[in-house]
């Protein structure tokens, strides 16, 4: 059989000075530093970067419509003289508390109006469903796995839909701690198929450097 990566990739830092929840809000881009880790990426997989480590196979890049997703996105694609494409099923999960600060002395949950969305997060309660999430991101996981057929694609989405098809994958439970994620800006979660059968999953971050507490994996 055909053996096939997928890469989730986590789109790069934000620029976000208010620092509010900007979910699937329009117009937020990439920082200076999201920009670097971008091009980290790309370089890192076409094999151009410091390290010289070898070029990977990659045949389909694929981002969600979110403007951070694309810019993160475009390097990948350029790097292996690819056509971006766009699936909106790679979107970020929606939000309740989209648009604004999240915090209890100074943001949102100030206000009791909103704690009515706080009762279940097994859910959760304040937006998509985990399962929701689950189901479209693998559905767009397998359109880029037989597009790649054999060679190699990445995905590029956000935290929590790749946090919780992870978690799915390995047959954990969806509702989890936010705080343990593993799943940093600019991150690869490499799904390692052999023809439609997931046989392995890893996970890097090869612009670890970049972050600004530095990596959170050895070696990264």
Sequence with gaps: MATTTV????HGEVHNPEGVLYGRIPGYR??????????????HLSGTGPAGQP?????????????????TATPVAAAFGLELATDERLLEAENHFEGMTFGVGDGSLRRPAHWRYLWNPLRPSWGEPYRKQVARML???????EAAQGHEAVIVSHQLPIWVTRQALEGKRLWHDPRRRECSV????????????????TYSEPAGDLLPDGPTVPGA
């Design 7 to 10: 890469h989730l990739m986590r």
């Design 186 to 201: 600019a991150s690869l979660t490499s799904l390692h198929f052999d023809g439609s059968s997931l046989k392995g999953i």
């Design 55 to 71: 070029r990977r196979d990659v045949v389909h890049v694929v981002a969600s419509p979110l403007q951070r997703a694309q810019e």
């Design 30 to 43: 990439l920082s200076e530093r999201g920009v670097a880790m971008a091009e980290r990426i790309a370089a």
């Design 139 to 145: 559905a767009g996981v397998h359109a880029a796995r």
